[in-house]
């Protein structure tokens, strides 16, 4: 007798095998892990504008070419062949514009109480968003009090 299978009825002379609910193998546990790995790994990616575009066209495309003989599909693979093309001319990021912007970050989260944050923003004030728009954007994605001092077990590694 195999395992995944229940005898309803005892008596010898109608014997009823009713199939057992098994749990999520292996295999779904894998396509869920492998899933959510592809879905961080989007993510990061993202935040270049290239990438960005490239993603936006492929999630354009993918539906137009599956949908090719509706109007739908038709509408939809143009703009997203379209950002394909497109997204390569974008300007990326130099791995010398990474190290000084992790710098930039690093030299403002030093300013942490309020007060040296409140001098920073008096002082960034005086100048227009073209000059300062880059520190603005980073103070303001900068919490004050890091979500890793709140929660413990939030660390990075």
């Known amino acids: 007798m195999k395992r995944d299978r229940v005898i309803v009825s005892s008596s010898a002379e109608r014997v009823v095998y009713v199939p057992v609910p098994r749990r999520p193998g292996r295999f779904r546990r894998a396509v869920r892990t492998?899933?959510?790995?592809?879905?961080?790994?989007l993510l990061r990616a993202a935040r270049s504008p290239r990438w960005r575009c490239a993603l936006l066209g492929a999630a354009l495309t993918i539906p137009g070419v599956l949908m090719r003989g509706q109007l739908v599909g038709n509408i939809i693979l143009l703009p997203g062949l379209m950002a394909l093309v497109y997204a390569p001319f974008l300007p990326g990021e130099t791995i010398e514009d990474r190290r000084s912007h992790a710098r930039l970050r690093r030299e403002l989260a030093a300013y942490s109480t309020?007060?040296?944050?409140?001098?920073?923003?008096?002082?960034?004030?005086?100048?227009?968003?073209?000059?300062?728009?880059?520190?603005?954007?980073?103070?303001?994605?900068?919490?004050?009090?890091?979500?890793?001092?709140r929660c413990p077990g939030l660390s990075r590694y």
């Open 34 to 41: 492998v899933f959510l790995l592809a879905v961080i790994g």
């Open 114 to 149: 309020p007060a040296e944050r409140r001098d920073l923003e008096a002082l960034l004030e005086q100048y227009s968003d073209q000059e300062a728009g880059e520190l603005r954007a980073i103070l303001a994605s900068q919490d004050l009090a890091p979500v890793r001092a």
